[in-house]
């Protein structure tokens, strides 16, 4: 066994202790990442704080990481609007003739307040709260809305703008631009699995699907479409204007706090205490994700000078496994990570590592971006730690490991949906390679 694989396997082995033991995150990287610097040869403490204090500047002044605390200031705004409401009210009277019928508007609902917030908890927790209590008095199956909305919530970091896309983007030093074009055509295939899965389950179990349409003229019909103007507005002027070239991804993100204000204001929800609810929001997330940010590009350094990513590449391609089989190993990683990490710490975490492997084996850092999302998503809906799950437990009062079973269909189509993206890799590079 070479030394730096033995190397990379002992710091998985303390990494697991560190994190059993409760330790916070960004503290296990950091002592992991200084133990190991020190035991390297002809390493100082001199020298390692020299290092520390040179990648953690370079990491945490990144033009683009000035976007992460707009956009997360934009999803704690947003989900104190009526949103959702709008959404839900907007597209429910044009589904009556789909199978499956109202649960659709809960896969729509999630994507297009995912492409306006770029948080996976804040897409499930507000469309849950206006969907689930009206599906239920209409008499839809529970587990099916609850497996919709878990799995919907997902929508939030695959359809741009994404917090875990901002994050990547910094870390893997790739265009935050490219990596949003790259979610939006996944983020309509697993839309369109989920809505397929939907259709399915209502054909194989008509009984459990209530049929009450609301009486409603096609006039009535397009004034409640047109309640989705404030999220349509917004998103099309932000995003073609970044897509067209005029702002930056950070300038995007600025326009989209404005367009969030104006919408709160709309509403009249713009109040003092919600204004600093928000505030006070964004200033613990956006701190949590800095240091993890920080920390995990000190790890970056330390793994790159143990020559650990290049043992564990020659490591994996003595398996004689190729591309697919690395990118199969990586989801069973990454399904396991998933029951225990939240999705930035999977990234920050293994980003060091798993990105050489991966661009060795000939893949894009983009697709694998894309990748490496859908692996967070499946994440959120993985227990014992699955964030999606965490939240319906607090609105639904049902047991986690209930809402993975019920999550689990949709699970199975966010697998496909990797194994698609896997197999025609031109559906996440295709919108990145137009875009100059």
């Keep these: 066994m070479e030394p730096e694989f033995a190397r990379g396997l002992i710091i998985v082995a303390v990494l697991l202790v560190l994190l059993g033991s409760g330790i916070w995150i960004f503290g296990a990287i950091f002592l992991i990442s200084l133990g190991g610097l020190f035991f390297l040869q002809d390493f100082s403490f001199v020298r390692i704080g020299t290092l520390m204090k040179t990648v953690s500047w370079r990491a945490l002044t990144s033009y683009e990481l000035a976007s992460l605390p707009l956009f997360v200031w934009m999803a704690e705004i947003l989900f104190r609007t009526r949103l959702s409401e709008q959404i839900f009210r907007g597209v429910s009277p044009w589904v009556d003739w789909v199978p499956g019928r109202l649960l659709h508007v809960v896969i729509v609902a999630c994507g297009l307040f995912g492409a306006v917030s770029g948080s996976s908890t804040a897409t499930c927790a507000t469309v849950s709260k206006i969907a689930l209590p009206e599906l239920r008095k ?51 295939l697993m839309m369109g699995l989920f809505s397929g899965y939907i259709c399915g389950w209502s054909v194989l179990n008509p009984d459990r699907t209530p049929y009450d349409p609301e009486p409603m003229r096609l006039i009535e019909r397009f004034a409640r479409l047109f309640e989705l103007a404030p999220v349509a507005v917004l998103f099309i002027f932000i995003f073609g204007a970044l897509f067209a070239g005029y702002i930056t991804a950070t300038e995007c993100a600025a326009w989209g706090v404005a367009g969030a204000l104006l919408i709160a204001a709309q509403q009249r929800l713009l109040t003092w205490e919600t204004f600093k609810l928000s505030i006070r929001g964004t200033v613990r997330t956006t701190s949590m994700l800095v240091m993890l940010i920080g920390m995990a590009a000190i790890m970056s350094s330390f793994v790159a000078l143990a020559g650990i990513p290049n043992a564990m590449s020659r490591a994996v391609d003595s398996l004689g496994v190729g591309p697919f089989g690395l990118v199969a190993i990586l989801m069973l990683v990454f399904i396991v990570l998933g029951m225990f990490l939240d999705g930035m710490s999977m990234i920050l975490l293994t980003l060091p590592v798993t990105l050489p492997m991966v ?21 959120a809906l993985t227990p014992p730690v699955g964030f999606n799950l965490f939240v319906l437990q607090n609105i639904t009062g049902k047991n986690i490991f209930s809402i993975g079973r019920m999550s689990f269909p949709f699970f199975l189509m966010m697998v496909i949906c990797i194994f698609v993206l896997v197999a025609s890799p031109q559906i996440v590079m295709v919108l990145p390679n137009l875009y100059h």
Excluded: N
């Design 138 to 188: 209409r008499g839809y199956d529970d587990g099916v809305i609850i497996g919709a909305l878990s799995a919907g919530g997902t929508l939030g970091i695959m359809i741009p703008p994404s917090i875990a896309m901002v994050i990547y983007a910094v870390v893997a030093e790739v265009s935050l631009v490219k990596l949003m074009l790259a979610g939006f055509l996944p983020g309509l």
């Design 359 to 379: 661009v060795a084996a000939g893949f894009d850092p983009i697709w694998y971006g894309i990748f490496l999302i859908l692996m967070i998503e499946i994440g």
